[in-house]
C-alpha cells in the first residue's frame, strides 16, 4: 500500500475514533490477502515452468533467460509452415534437451504429409514411438488438422476423423499428452474492427487465410469446439492439454465447464494473456474465482518463440519482459498498463499456492516423467 494511502486510512480511523465510531476493520482481510500472495521480488526466486514455447534454433539465449529468471522450458514442435521444418525443430530440441536436460523440455508433432496412404497412421505411431523414446514428453498436433488439410476427396481433416483415431491411441499407450491445437481465438470469426485485443487484430490482418470471418465456407467456430469435444469424450483415457485456453479464452465460466465436463484435461495460457486480462478489468473477481477453483487445470504458456532470425539479445530482453509482466498480472496486486487491451489492469494477486501450481506444479505433473510437481 502507498504511503499516501496508508496516511488517508490513518486519517479515516482518526476521525471515526474521536466521533465516537468503531474503527471499521475492513483493511485486515486486504492485508492478510496481499500477505497470501508474491511480489515482484519474489519473481526469480520462484520456480516456474513456461509449458508452450518455440525454441526452433540451436542457440542458447532462450536458456541463458529461463536460467536468469527461474525458469523450466517446453519447446513445442509444430507442423507449421512459417517454422523450419519438422526435422529441424526436432535436432534443436534434442541439442538444447541435451545441454540443460533439467531445464529444458520439449514436445514432438506430426506431420499430416501422405494422411490417407496406405500405412500413414502406422509410421506416424512409430515416429512418435521414436520421438518420446528420445526424450519428447508430449505431441502437438496443430490447427491445421480442421483448418488446412484435406482428405483425397477435397474435405477437410477434422480432429474427429477416424483415420486419427488410432494415432490419439497410441499416444495414450505412450503415456503423454496431446497438446491440441484446434480452432482459433473467437476473435479469428469476428471482422478486424470487433476484435478484442490488438494482439489478434495484428495476426489475423496478416494471416488472412487463417481468419475465419474472411472464409465463412469454413467450419463454424461452435463446429470446430464440438468436433474437439466428440474427440475427447471417445478417447476418454487421453491426457490433452488445450493450448491457447482451449480456444475457449473468451470466457473463463465456458473454460471451466469444459475443465468440469474433461478431467484428463488441462490448459494452457499461450498466447491468450490479453484476453483474460480484457475479461478482468470488466470483473476482476470472476476471472480471479476461474484461477482458484482450476488451480490445478492450467499451465503457464506464453508461446515466446526464438526463430532463426531472432537476434539473441532482443529475443533475451523480451522473453524477461514477457515473463515478468504476466507474474505481475497473476501474483501480484500491481496495476500495469496493457496495450493490447488499451488499458490499465489490476493484477490478481493469487495465492502463493494456486501461483505455485500454475507456474510451475501442474507443469511438472502432466509433462515431466516421474514429476509429481513436489
Known amino acids: 500500500m502507498r504511503l499516501s494511502s496508508l496516511l488517508c486510512v490513518a486519517l479515516s480511523l482518526a476521525m471515526l475514533v474521536a466521533c465516537g465510531e468503531p474503527a471499521a476493520p475492513a483493511a485486515a482481510p486486504a492485508a492478510a490477502a496481499d500477505e497470501a500472495a508474491y511480489s515482484m521480488a519474489d519473481f526469480a526466486r520462484v520456480p516456474k515452468f513456461d509449458a508452450h514455447v ?9 536458456l ?29 530440441a534434442l541439442e538444447l534437451a541435451q545441454a540443460e536436460p533439467l531445464r529444458f523440455h520439449w514436445a514432438t ?34 490447427k491445421n488438422v480442421g483448418m488446412i488439410e484435406k482428405d483425397a476427396d ?15 491411441e497410441r499416444i495414450r499407450a505412450l503415456d503423454v499428452a496431446l497438446i491440441g491445437h484446434q480452432g482459433e481465438p473467437h476473435n479469428c470469426w469476428l471482422p478486424l474492427e470487433q476484435m478484442t485485443t490488438s494482439n489478434d487484430r495484428e495476426y489475423f490482418r496478416n494471416h488472412p487465410q487463417y481468419h475465419m470471418y474472411l472464409h465463412p465456407e469454413q467450419p463454424s467456430y461452435e463446429d470446430q469446439m464440438a468436433v474437439r469435444d466428440r474427440f475427447l469424450a471417445a478417447h476418454p483415457g487421453l491426457r490433452f492439454v488445450g493450448a491457447h485456453m482451449a480456444s475457449l479464452e473468451y470466457d ?60 539473441p539479445d532482443e529475443f533475451r530482453r523480451t522473453a ?3 515473463w515478468t509482466s504476466d507474474w505481475r498480472y497473476l501474483a501480484t496486486g500491481e496495476t500495469q498498463r496493457v496495450d493490447m487491451i488499451d488499458a490499465d489492469v489490476p493484477g490478481l494477486s493469487l495465492p502463493r499456492a494456486v501461483i505455485d501450481k500454475i507456474y ?8 515431466v516423467r516421474g514429476g509429481n510437481g513436489d
Open 54 to 62: 518455440h525454441a526452433n534454433v540451436v542457440e542458447r539465449a532462450f
Open 64 to 92: 541463458e533467460q529461463a536460467r536468469a529468471d527461474g525458469f523450466e522450458l517446453l519447446s513445442i514442435n509444430v507442423d507449421y509452415p512459417d517454422f523450419p521444418t519438422i526435422a529441424r525443430q526436432r535436432a534443436a
Open 109 to 142: 508433432t506430426l506431420s499430416m504429409q501422405d494422411f490417407g496412404a496406405p500405412g500413414w497412421a502406422a509410421a506416424v505411431g512409430a515416429d512418435i514411438g521414436e520421438a518420446v523414446e528420445q526424450g519428447a514428453v508430449a505431441v502437438k498436433i496443430w
Open 154 to 168: 477435397g474435405a477437410l481433416i477434422m480432429l474427429d476423423h477416424p483415420a486419427l483415431a488410432p494415432v490419439a
Open 252 to 311: 473463463v465460466d465456458r473454460l471451466g465447464a469444459f475443465l468440469d465436463r474433461f478431467p484428463h484435461a488441462t490448459v494452457d495460457l499461450a498466447a491468450r494473456m490479453s484476453q483474460v486480462q480484457y475479461q478482468s478489468v470488466r470483473d476482476r473477481e470472476r476471472v480471479r474465482d476461474f484461477f482458484i477453483r482450476h488451480q490445478d487445470r492450467i499451465l503457464y504458456g506464453t508461446d515466446l518463440t526464438q526463430g532463426p532470425d531472432s537476434d
Open 320 to 322: 524477461h519482459a514477457v
Open 360 to 367: 510451475y506444479r501442474n507443469a511438472r505433473r502432466v509433462y
